[in-house]
């Protein structure tokens, strides 16, 4: 998988919404790093972990400590990369259906 359009969802009549943070269940398969300020960057360990580098939104979606932004995440820090990716981007487009379901869209 190349890439995933999590946008599409969020395009309504034209206008984008702001995307929530969504949970993203963890699993026993999932991934612990070091990240290294200066150095780690999303992007860069989603190419190392799932061999493209576009799903570092689904990285920091899945450590909601860290508020949506990366520079939030201090040296040292632990963070969970969500594994196997196909069955992570399953996941989170399940509790996005939720998401749907409780707020509209």
Do not use: A, C, H
């Amino acid at each position: 998988m190349s890439y995933y359009n999590r946008y599409k969802d969020f395009n309504i009549n034209g206008i984008t919404k702001t995307v929530p943070l969504i949970n993203v269940p963890k699993k026993s398969s999932d991934k612990y790093l070091v990240y290294k300020v200066g150095k780690s960057r999303l992007d860069k360990i989603s190419q190392q972990i799932y061999n493209t580098p576009y799903f570092g939104w689904l990285i920091l979606q899945s450590n909601p400590e860290y508020g949506g932004q990366e520079w939030n995440i201090k040296d040292g820090r632990i963070i969970r990369v969500p594994f196997p990716l196909t069955v992570s981007l399953q996941d989170y487009k399940s509790e996005l259906d939720k998401y749907f379901l409780y707020y509209g869209r």
